[in-house]
């Protein structure tokens, strides 16, 4: 079991953080943001970004050669209909896409949204650990919290969920 503390302050003990989101044993705040036969998409727990959208595999695996071909096709599908979600509703221009195989989650990827807020941490992949932390411990607040919730109810509505 691991102890995982959530972007709401709550710490959570599980096994394994994606089975526990995937099959609804822990709810993300805003809840999902949209769901596939093979996909969950949600807000990142861990940090209040809007528009910080992780889309992990239902099973478990870590690698994305071990998606078969239907996961294959769904998840180029979902990314680029919630890549679009974004871009439309939310205004993100630009979004960054982190993927790491060494996880002790389900295969996921990081879809996260470049503000002009975050250019301060720099303009590279290596931005983006600051990034994170500075938001985790400056933007978990009632006013953002409130700014996440409505951008996880605007995607929902743009992707129909």
């Known amino acids: 079991m691991r102890k995982i503390t959530l972007s709401n302050g709550q710490t959570v003990e599980v096994e394994c953080l994606s089975c526990a989101l995937t099959s609804g044993i822990i709810e993300p705040d805003g809840g999902t943001i949209f769901e596939t036969k093979y996909f969950h998409a949600h807000q990142d727990v861990a940090y209040p970004i809007e528009g910080l959208v992780i889309l ?12 078969d071909q239907e996961e294959k096709l769904d998840y180029i599908h979902v990314l680029t209909k919630i890549r679009k979600a974004q871009r439309e509703v939310l205004g993100i221009e630009h979004v960054y896409y982190f993927y790491n195989e060494d996880t002790t989650h389900h295969f996921h990827i990081w879809m996260v949204p470049r503000y002009e807020w975050m250019y301060e941490f720099g ?39």
Request: proline letters at 2%; a positive charge.
């Open 56 to 67: 992990a595999s239902k099973r478990h695996l870590t690698c994305l050669d071990e998606l």
């Open 123 to 161: 303009h590279s992949v290596e931005s983006l650990r600051p990034v994170l932390l500075h938001a985790r411990n400056n933007l978990n607040n009632d006013e953002h919290k409130k700014n996440v919730i409505a951008s996880i109810h605007k995607l929902q509505k743009e992707l129909n969920f």
